[in-house]
Each structure stands twice: as C-alpha cells, then as structure tokens.
C-alpha cells in the first residue's frame, strides 16, 4: 500500500493564477480531509470529503476555494486566484471507517 | 468551541532523560485525543491515542479529563526521538459520512534530544 500520495511536492503561482491540489487517498480508504498548514501553526481542518460528496466544509475559506472527490480520480483542492496569504502547506488525510486519518507528505505552495 | 494548546514551542532535553510533552484541550463532549509524530522529512504520522492506552516506541499518555490534558511522556529520552510532536483532538462522528470529523491539530512542540 503505497499510502496517501499528493503531488505536487512543491507549487510555486504567481499572484492571480490557479492552484489544483491533488490527493489521492490510501487503498481502500474513502473518507479524505484537507488541511492547511502556515508557518508556525498546526494543521488546520478545512474539508471532509466523501466520494462525489462534500460532508464537512466548515474550515473552508468561503471564496476561491473549492474540494472535489470524484468517483474516479484522486481529490482536488482547488484555490482560484491565489494571493500571498494562500502560501502553505496543505497536507490531505484519509482513513477508512475508524477515527485514525493517515496523512500524505504534504503540497508546499508558494505564492509569488 | 475546541481548542487544542501545546504550551512549548521547544522543548530540548539531554539524552536519558525524562520527557514531558504537554497538551491541554478545551472541549465539552467526549474526546478523542491523538499524537502525532513528524520526523524530519517525513510525513505526519500516529504516535498513539488515548483509547487504545499502548505504549509506542516508550511513549505513554493518559487522558485527563479533570484536568483536560493528554500529555505524552517518556521515561527516558533518545536520540531519534527527536521530532515535531502533535496533539490532535478528535470529536467522532459527528457528521453524516459516516466517517470521523476533522480534528484540531496544536501548535506542535519541537523536540530535540541532545546526545
């Protein structure tokens, strides 16, 4: 099991552009979360996702972003228009049906 | 609302010693507490929780909830044992995937055992 696989490692936009964020979970696993990381802080919840359902966005910024788990395919964290305060790291998570989350390495996005 | 505190941002202590790590949370239902691991250049990882009461590479913690704490301890302190340390709190299940909810991460603690 290879475990929770996001990529890209490292994104660099520039400010006004698109960010995708991608994730896939591990197998078997259906339930995935997003979380956002800034420089000295720890992780912060944004999405809980099921496949083709958004179950938890309450940690989501109300504008520009958006989380898709499609039937196939990893799952999408998507920021429209980034702006400097989007710079951090954005770890996914996902788990079966118990209260354990496994975590991939993290997408470190740097907005210029 | 819940909140989780890890009052040391750094902690060092000399090889052999004996490690405290702390936590606090503020939650009014009934909790699940986590720690996680992360050493570095790798991914976050579960250290131990508190329902499962083991003990992981020596590290023990018990769930307070008197005190609403769930510090991590060792008895004696390696050197690979240094680390970024997470306390994470969980609140079940409360939503309509069937899946847990998402938790609340600390600030984390970086610990660095000193040979």
């Known amino acids: 099991n290879a475990g929770v696989m996001q990529n890209p490692r490292h994104l660099v936009r520039r400010r006004g552009q698109e960010a995708r964020l991608r994730c896939s979970p591990m197998?078997?696993?259906?339930?995935v979360y997003w979380y956002r990381q800034l420089p000295e802080e720890g992780l912060k919840f944004m999405v809980y996702l099921q496949k083709e359902n958004i179950i938890d966005e309450s940690g989501m910024p109300k504008e520009r972003f958006s989380a898709e788990f499609p039937k196939e395919g990893p799952s999408i964290l998507r920021i429209q228009q980034v702006v400097r305060g989007d710079s951090a790291a954005y770890f996914c998570?996902?788990?079966?049906?118990?209260?354990?989350?496994?975590f991939g390495a993290g997408t470190r996005l740097s907005v210029l | 609302a819940q909140r989780v505190t890890q009052p040391e941002k750094l902690l060092s202590v000399f090889k052999g010693a004996p490690v405290e790590l702390k936590c606090n949370y503020s939650?009014?239902?009934?909790?699940?507490l986590f720690w996680y691991v992360q050493y570095s250049r790798q991914r976050l990882q579960l250290l131990l929780r508190h329902i499962s009461r083991e003990s992981i590479k020596g590290f023990t913690a018990d769930l307070n909830k008197g005190e609403t704490s769930f510090h991590l301890k060792k008895p004696f302190a390696q050197e690979e044992d240094s680390a970024m340390y997470y306390c994470a709190l969980g609140f079940g299940y409360q939503n309509s995937g069937g899946g847990a909810d998402g938790l609340t991460f600390g600030k984390g603690t970086h610990l660095i055992i000193q040979p």
């Open positions: 939650y009014s239902g009934s909790p699940e």
């Open positions: 197998k078997g696993h259906s339930h």
């Open positions: 998570a996902s788990s079966e049906d118990s209260n354990i989350q496994y």
